[in-house]
């Protein structure tokens, strides 16, 4: 069968053209048939170039990892021996055959692919071609490694710190006991763990040492005691302290940090293990992220117009300000931005400016000294040092607080600020990337916005289109989202009715891509059998519209305080209590629940 009449044979042709995924297909000969879009943007080549050879599309597989779909293609036609010779390191060895390595690309490029291969088959069952996928996972693979890397860094850091760092868990008992505790009380760490942490604790203290690590205490903040305390040596010998005790809770279980510390060392030992930290949460965060720049699926013109904007601009240190609707992918953009950027070896850090009070988001943005508020109990990082050398991506932007824009506006003007209730001026080196659903050249107008602020973040604004606004890409987007819910629920889900995606092509969408997202996740847990069926939803999106707007004032914000107090567990006072978090006084939120009748049970 020549290659012409193989291609109109291959029902898929179409589907394998748009997917949002690199493809290609052989035919018996090796010969390329196939090479869609998402391959010529993989590989830089253009299928024009590619179609009908058997050389040029093979430059970025190494001897040690030879072409997946020849290996299978010749395992076919016979060569069972040099398919489990050559590929003996592969994950399965089936129709479908997967691996995953570096491959170098033809411009140079080293990229982590995850590759599978399958074979196509004519009626008579004969094998006629194979299809190749590649996916691009070399984000996620860099951010394991620097994970690992952090990992080994806090790890190290634990071992050479100057000051003994003890963890001890509900019974009092040693978990952790690191290099400079074994210097300080003379012990070695197998034979302190397991310990009772009274064991190195001078008698007299006892019971106010039990005070500072009661584990019936409700409070989470950490308390620092800078006098009063006195330990004992493994020979009795009992010596000074201070110490900071930090409660934590992980897998359920709870467990308190103790820090004895010689003043003159604490202030770097805590500096360099509180960045470390938080580097390893966002490296987590990102690693963890369902989203990969890569998969920003979409067969839309107006789409594509705007990812070659994101690319044009990903290359240069110009601000970015992404608009539109919410819902629509901005944080992806945002993301890709990053990851098209010579900042991409950099973590890129990101913001929510909508969740956080106004007092608390300029603490976040740019840290806070200690003492700087109440709560404030040692010195923080705020997000811009945590991103210096690659991107910080501020959401909801028009949230900020008018203190926060000047700040912002400087940091944007002169690349330096200081930390809340500090002196000492930081330079920094930080790409800004803002979005908003807002619009914000009429938050000016009204004087809710700076308008210096405003024209320093739309040097290149980028208008990301709503869900209608792209009615092809809704059908792409259902089948991309169909299986990694019916994976993660354990269906068998393989397609979606006609009538189904008739409905979801007819609904408007108000809550764009993240509700088409969540409407398939809902649809997979309720299917049975091998087709996904969607009832049409205008009727009932619409009396969920009109219940919201029949609601009073009053039952909003009842609704929004009691949801405020049960994630504080009803406390109202302090850094992390419900006033706090709602932004009003102590005294003033306890009368506006008696107002409202809010009583806790």
Same mark, same amino acid.
Request: proline share 4%; charged share 25%; net charge neutral.
């Given at each position: 069968m020549n290659a012409n009449a193989l291609t109109k044979n291959l029902s898929a042709e179409h589907l394998l053209q748009h997917m949002p995924v690199s493809a290609f297909v052989l035919n018996a000969q090796h010969q390329v048939i196939i090479w869609n879009k998402a391959c010529e943007q993989l590989t830089g080549l253009e299928a024009a170039q590619i179609i009908g050879t058997n050389q040029h599309w093979r430059g970025f597989y190494t001897e040690k990892r030879p072409c997946l779909a020849d290996l299978l293609l010749d395992s076919t036609l016979g060569d069972m021996d040099r398919l489990y010779e050559q590929a003996s390191d592969f994950n399965s060895l089936s129709d479908i055959c997967h691996t995953e390595n570096w491959c170098l690309m033809p411009d140079g490029r080293r990229l982590y692919l995850v590759i599978d291969a399958g074979t196509i088959c004519n009626e008579q069952g004969v094998v006629i071609a194979i299809v190749e996928t590649q996916r691009d996972r070399t984000e996620q693979r860099l951010m394991m490694q620097a994970l690992s890397e952090s990992e080994q860094r806090i790890s190290s850091i634990l071992a050479s710190a100057m000051d003994a760092i003890i963890t001890v868990n509900q019974q009092h008992e040693i978990s952790l006991f690191n290099s400079a505790a074994v210097r300080i009380f003379g012990c070695a760490a197998d034979f302190a763990i397991g310990l009772p942490i009274e064991r190195f604790i001078a008698p007299p203290c006892h019971a106010l040492f039990k005070q500072f690590i009661s584990f019936d205490n409700a409070t989470k903040n950490q308390m620092w005691v800078s006098e009063g305390l006195s330990a004992r040596r493994i020979s009795g010998e009992e010596f000074a302290i201070e110490a900071t005790f930090s409660p934590l809770e992980t897998n359920g279980q709870r467990f308190y940090t103790i820090i004895l510390r010689d003043v003159n060392d604490r202030r770097m030992a805590?500096?360099?293990?509180?960045?470390?930290?938080?580097?390893?949460?966002?490296?987590?965060?990102?690693?963890?992220?369902?989203?990969?720049?890569?998969?920003?699926?979409?067969?839309?013109?107006?789409?594509?117009?705007?990812?070659?904007?994101?690319?044009?601009?990903?290359?240069?240190?110009?601000?970015?300000?992404?608009?539109?609707e919410t819902g629509t992918g901005k944080e992806l953009l945002a993301r890709s931005i990053h990851e098209f950027s010579d900042r991409r070896a950099s973590i890129m850090v990101k913001i929510n400016c909508a969740v956080l009070p106004a007092e608390l988001i300029e603490s976040e943005l740019f840290g806070h000294e200690k003492g700087a508020f109440t709560g404030a109990t040692q010195q923080r990082k705020g997000r811009f040092e945590l991103a210096h050398g690659g991107s910080l991506f501020l959401d909801e932007i028009g949230e900020l607080s008018p203190s926060a824009q000047t700040k912002l506006l400087r940091v944007l003007q002169e690349q330096e600020f200081e930390r809340v209730g500090g002196s000492e001026t930081i330079k920094t080196d930080v790409r800004v990337i803002a979005a908003t659903n807002r619009h914000l050249a009429e938050e000016v107008s009204l004087?809710?916005?700076?308008?210096?602020?405003?024209?320093?973040?739309?040097?290149?604004?980028?208008?990301?289109p709503a869900l209608r606004e792209r009615v092809e890409d809704i059908a792409l987007l259902a089948h991309f989202f169909l299986p990694r819910y019916a994976k993660k629920f354990g269906k068998s889900l393989n397609r979606i009715d006609a009538?189904? /995606?008739?409905? +979801?092509?007819?609904? =408007? @969408?108000?809550?764009?891509?993240?509700?088409?997202?969540?409407? !398939?996740?809902?649809?997979?847990?309720?299917?049975?059998?091998?087709?996904?069926?969607?009832?049409?939803?205008?009727?009932?999106?619409?009396?969920?519209?009109?219940?919201?707007?029949?609601?009073?004032?009053?039952?909003?914000?009842?609704?929004?305080? /009691?949801?405020? +107090?049960?994630?504080? =567990? @009803?406390?109202?006072?302090?850094?992390?209590?419900?006033?706090? !978090?709602?932004?009003?006084?102590?005294?003033?939120?306890?009368?506006?629940?008696?107002k409202l009748g809010i009583h806790k049970n």
């Open positions: 805590e500096k360099k293990l509180d960045k470390l930290q938080q580097e390893r949460g966002y490296l987590q965060e990102v690693i963890n992220d369902d989203h990969n720049p890569s998969d920003f699926v979409s067969g839309s013109k107006i789409m594509r117009t705007v990812l070659e904007q994101i690319r044009m601009v990903a290359r240069t240190d110009t601000p970015v300000l992404l608009l539109g004087g809710r916005f700076r308008a210096d602020l405003y024209y320093r973040l739309n040097v290149f604004p980028v208008q990301v009538t189904s /995606l008739e409905n +979801l092509r007819h609904y =408007a @969408w108000p809550g764009n891509v993240r509700e088409l997202q969540n409407v !398939i996740e809902r649809a997979v847990i309720l299917s049975q059998g091998d087709v996904l069926k969607i009832d049409p939803l205008t009727s009932d999106h619409t009396a969920n519209l009109q219940t919201t707007q029949l609601k009073t004032l009053e039952a909003v914000e009842r609704e929004h305080i /009691l949801r405020t +107090l049960d994630e504080t =567990a @009803w406390v109202i006072s302090g850094f992390k209590g419900a006033a706090a !978090i709602l932004g009003m006084n102590p005294n003033t939120l306890r009368s506006r629940m008696l």
